[in-house]
C-alpha cells in the first residue's frame, strides 16, 4: 500500500481511496499516479512520467501530462500534486502505515 496525504493506492488491486472514499480513474491517470506515489518526494520529469503512460513507439500528446495531472487533482484534490517548475511534479513524502 502506498498512503500520500489521505490518498491510498493499492498496486495489488489497483485500487485509489481518498480520505476513505473510493476514486474511479483511468488506466492513464493510474499509471501517473502510480509512478508519482512510487517515488514520494521526489520530483519526476515530464519526460519520466511520459515513459509511464506509452509503450515504445506510441506517440505522445504535446500536453497530455498536463491534463492527466488536471484529472487527477480534480479528484483528488489540488494538495497531492505539487507543480516544480522546469523540474516536473512531486508528491509529498508518504505516510508510515501500521
Known amino acids: 500500500m502506498l498512503a500520500v496525504a489521505g490518498v491510498t ?15 474511479e480513474l483511468s488506466a492513464k491517470e493510474y499509471a501517473l499516479l502510480h509512478a508519482l ?6 520530483a519526476l520529469s515530464r519526460a519520466q512520467l511520459e515513459q509511464h503512460l506509452y509503450a515504445w513507439g506510441d ?3 504535446s500536453n497530455t501530462v498536463e491534463v492527466y495531472i488536471h484529472h487527477l487533482r480534480r479528484k483528488l484534490g489540488p494538495e497531492i500534486i505539487r507543480t516544480l517548475r522546469g523540474i516536473g511534479y512531486v508528491v509529498a513524502k508518504a505516510e508510515s502505515k501500521p
Open 9 to 23: 493506492l493499492d498496486p495489488a488491486t489497483r485500487r485509489v481511496e481518498c480520505k476513505g472514499k473510493e476514486v
Open 37 to 42: 506515489m512510487q517515488q514520494p518526494g521526489r
Open 59 to 61: 506517440e505522445i500528446g
